[in-house]
């Protein structure tokens, strides 16, 4: 079993002079009442997918795997909509070792329908149920406990009220998801912090990062650490601390627990937070109603706080330890500024003092263009981004406007291919290379810094205010020599070496009995090419055609990711796909570091993804 002692580390307070007086008070202390001297640490995944669903790991592989890398803690949560519908539990009944692999573990599931919803504690699972609300009653009549997952996944369908409410009305529902996987949805933390807002002090919910495991380029980039007592891994002591929330949430990119910077001691009195943590001031963020208020290790209560605050600490490698809320009651007298956003968003009123507080200019009416911020510029961050954030000054209100002025047209110089002529700014403009008989296209050359994909034959741009040239550049066919692992140009053997659901692809005949494959809406594909060994500073590209069949705007993409020898992913590489016309495409990279293979990937949005010739090039050195 991997656990930590920790030991008390004693620090100066840094006394910040604060914006406001107030008789603020913590009211919600998560980590009160806990013994600094002798807890342990123990980190643990909560949102884990086998082959009991749609991972790529049997339940004892991923066990294994976790253990190895000191995890104590584990919850496989299988997703309900897959037979059979029952929880992958208990872990003995799929020839799991329970005590040989040193883990605590946790029955869980993931309700899957319509929202995604962490379920621990109880067997619950109900394919065919469509409310959030049928499955939460459900999950609390069991005594189990649940937390709603990746909540930016639904941000443009979910008001954050939506989640209010629940929270309000199931008790049992104690967290939110704020890191998935390699943190692919961001908009998790904005979510939390506006339901947070609403809810404390009086209804905390804890803050919890996960992998979401589905296959290795997942793993232990999300985790989280709780805090038990002294030899006290047991599933009694573990439900304590995840209902009082004692526990950080962790996202770390690089995978070295080594960089993870964790609380030693968090200490409250009457008069501020201190948190006893090896970093700099600079590094302890503290934020209150979604934006930062404070840095530094100790924060005053005197300082202009809302009805919770939280701390993020982060490190120069790039993780993030966020610490669950605390709630904060006598807040009536903190100083609140009125900022009014006129021609865009972002008006209410916030905090004094906040900073980051984010403002976007509405979409240009035909014929215009967004020039500048005018107004109460002083503290906007960048007067000449559409999209941009300011820091709220110590005053009653701030009153910014979004200038527009008309477009102009540059003039857009296409060599060697289709698209010339007199563009107007910022529009979105299509540039097609035009191929000679006999020869690849490599790239396009010079001034490519507007251009979506510089490698792909068919690209996007979006005209700059200037006027600019590219030139499409050519390899003679005979001396291009196409990988044999992936040259498919007819699929004639159907969808064979793809990772796809017979319902997700469909092959097409053409009249002249060639074949292509359709991709339907809402689905994904993956084929992996292997014995490939690429060495870093190789160029790899795939080339196709593509065409998409849909009513509104439709949207796909085709890509690469690249795996390293554990099956991790190392980086990917992908291009949207809108054209409405079969169109030659392509996606390349130059590898950074050594490849063992590449996934080739394709997944749709909307309508239909329509593809045929593929086929793969590794360049030849320096090409």
Request: proline residues 5%.
């Amino acid at each position: 079993m991997v656990m930590r002692t920790l030991s008390v580390v004693a620090f100066a307070i840094l006394l910040i002079p604060a914006c406001a007086s107030s008789d603020a008070r913590v009211e919600v202390n998560p980590y009160a009442d806990l013994d600094w001297q002798t807890l342990e640490i123990h980190k643990a995944n909560l949102h884990t997918h086998t082959t009991e669903s749609d991972g790529d790991f049997s339940p004892q592989e991923v066990v294994d795997m976790y253990a190895e890398a000191g995890y104590t803690i584990l919850s496989l949560t299988d997703h309900d909509t897959h037979e059979p519908e029952h929880s992958t539990w208990p872990w003995e009944e799929y020839g799991i070792d329970v005590d040989a692999s040193g883990m605590l573990p946790i029955e869980g599931n993931e309700i899957s329908r319509p929202d995604h919803i962490g379920s621990y504690f109880n067997d619950y699972g109900d394919a065919d149920q469509r409310s959030v609300s049928e499955a939460l009653e459900q999950i609390g009549k069991r005594d189990g406990l649940a937390v709603m997952f990746h909540p930016g996944r639904y941000r443009n369908v979910r008001d954050p009220q939506w989640y209010v409410d629940l929270y309000e009305d199931f008790p049992h529902l104690l967290g939110m998801e704020v890191f998935n996987q390699d943190d692919r949805y961001p908009g998790d933390r904005a979510i939390y912090d506006q339901v947070i807002s609403e809810l404390m002090p009086e209804r905390p919910v804890w803050a919890m990062a996960n992998d979401d495991f589905h296959s290795k380029e997942h793993f232990a980039r999300s985790m989280n650490f709780f805090l038990l007592p002294e030899e006290g891994l047991n599933e009694e002591n573990f439900r304590e601390a995840f209902e009082k929330g004692r526990f950080y949430a962790v996202y770390n990119p690089s995978r070295d627990t080594g960089e993870i910077i964790l609380p030693e001691q968090v200490r409250v009195n009457e008069e501020a937070i201190e948190l006893v943590v090896e970093c700099d001031d600079d590094q302890v963020v503290w934020i209150s109603h979604g934006h930062e208020i404070h840095r530094g290790r100790t924060l005053p209560l005197s300082t202009n706080i809302g009805d919770y605050v939280r701390a993020t600490l982060k490190s120069d490698e790039g993780t993030v330890t966020l610490l669950q809320p605390f709630g904060i009651a006598g807040t009536e007298d903190r100083v609140m500024t009125e900022l009014t956003i006129i021609g865009g968003s972002g008006s209410g009123e916030y905090l004094t003092g906040s900073r980051g507080v984010s403002i976007e200019a509405d979409d240009p009416a035909e014929g215009k263009v967004f020039d500048r911020w005018t107004g109460d510029i002083e503290h906007v961050n960048d007067v000449e981004q559409a999209e941009t954030t300011v820091d709220l000054p110590e005053q009653e209100s701030v009153e910014i406007e979004a200038e527009y002025r008309p477009t102009e047209s540059y003039t857009l110089d296409v060599e060697h291919g289709e698209g010339s002529g007199d563009v107007k700014e910022e529009s979105h403009h299509w540039i097609q290379a035009s191929i000679p008989q006999g020869y690849i296209f490599d790239e396009w050359t010079g001034d490519v810094e507007p251009l979506e994909s510089p490698r792909s034959p068919t690209t996007r741009l979006q005209m700059p205010n200037r006027d600019f040239s590219v030139t499409a550049t050519f390899t003679p066919e005979e001396e291009v020599v196409f990988a044999p692992q992936l040259q498919n140009p007819s699929f004639q053997d159907g969808i064979e070496g793809w990772d796809a659901e017979e319902d997700d692809v469909r092959i097409v005949e053409n009249d002249d009995d060639d074949q292509h494959l359709a991709l339907l809406r809402f689905s994904g594909i993956m084929q992996r090419v292997d014995d490939m060994e690429l060495e870093a500073g190789t160029r790899l590209t795939l080339y196709f055609d593509a065409k998409i069949e849909a009513e509104d705007e439709p949207v796909g993409f085709v890509g690469m990711q690249y795996l390293g020898e554990l099956d991790e992913e190392l980086a990917h590489t992908s291009i949207t796909v809108r054209n409405q016309s079969w169109t030659p495409l392509a996606v390349s990279a130059v590898l950074v570091e050594e490849v063992i293979a590449p996934n080739i990937f394709v997944w749709m949005r909307d309508g239909e993804l329509h593809l045929r010739n593929f086929r793969l090039r590794v360049h030849d050195s320096g090409g």
